[in-house]
């Protein structure tokens, strides 16, 4: 019963591959996001979406496509891998209740050779 | 300008004493959310403990307790009685406003280092 999971957890893959992670959270949250941690273990937002609507969207290359089917699930494509997409990807969810606090996914730890 | 400062890269604390990590904060928006992770060597993201701008108690949660100083604009992370599965690395984190974006900003975090 995994609040948040994540599939791939590793995903090594060739420079120029297009790649999928998804993202699944049985917490029936309304809210989730996709973050970036570099190796320097930076933790940075790409994403959200609540409700299925996309809230927020950082300066991230448009290779970066995220995909919401329904309010449990969210998905990541990146296109055109380069080696700097090379990190850890964390996927979150959140309610409103208990501020927002947000409940992270195992990550996915990518490795673009 | 940093949003979340963490200013200390790497803490060491003896078994069973206490530990505070440092976080101070920015922000003009009167409603926020304050909070601490964890991440353990094995890579994962734990919630500790959650304050909101307006509690007005410390918020504490088993071992861990948050410091909260408004004016001060700071919110240490307090871990009591330390154990050797406390050496990780500790995040503090900011969500501004309570509509639209719930956006988090994470700080660069402090590697503890628990020795036996």
């Known amino acids: 019963d995994t609040a948040v999971s994540q599939t791939p957890k590793y995903l090594v893959t060739q420079m120029g591959n297009d790649k999928s992670i998804k993202c699944e959270q049985n917490?029936?949250?309304?809210?989730m996001y996709w973050y970036k941690q570099d190796s320097k273990k930076f933790l940075k937002i790409m994403f959200s979406y609540n409700n299925k609507e996309l809230i927020i969207n950082e300066t991230v290359p448009n290779r970066f496509s995220p995909k919401s089917p329904d309010k449990a699930h969210l998905n990541l494509h990146i296109n055109s891998l380069e080696l700097g997409d090379s990190a850890v990807y964390f996927c979150a969810s959140s309610q409103v209740s208990g501020g927002h606090t947000q409940y992270f996914g195992p990550g996915t730890r990518l490795t673009v050779l | 300008a940093q949003k979340i400062t963490q200013t200390q890269p790497g803490m060491f604390v003896q078994e069973k004493e206490a530990v505070t990590l440092d976080c101070t904060y920015d922000?003009?928006?009167?409603?926020?959310?304050l909070f601490w992770y964890k991440q353990p060597s094995s890579g994962e993201m734990i919630f500790l403990i959650y304050q909101g701008s307006y509690d007005q108690q410390n918020a504490t949660e088993g071992r861990y307790s948050l410091n909260f100083q408004k004016a001060r604009k700071s919110a240490n992370l307090v871990i009591s009685a330390s154990q050797l599965g406390d050496s990780a690395m500790y995040f503090c984190?900011?969500?501004?406003?309570?509509?639209?974006?719930?956006?988090?900003?994470f700080g660069a975090g402090t590697r503890l280092f628990v020795k036996a």
């Open positions: 922000t003009s928006d009167p409603s926020y959310g």
């Open positions: 984190a900011m969500r501004e406003g309570n509509t639209g974006g719930f956006k988090t900003i």
């Open positions: 917490l029936g949250h309304d809210t």
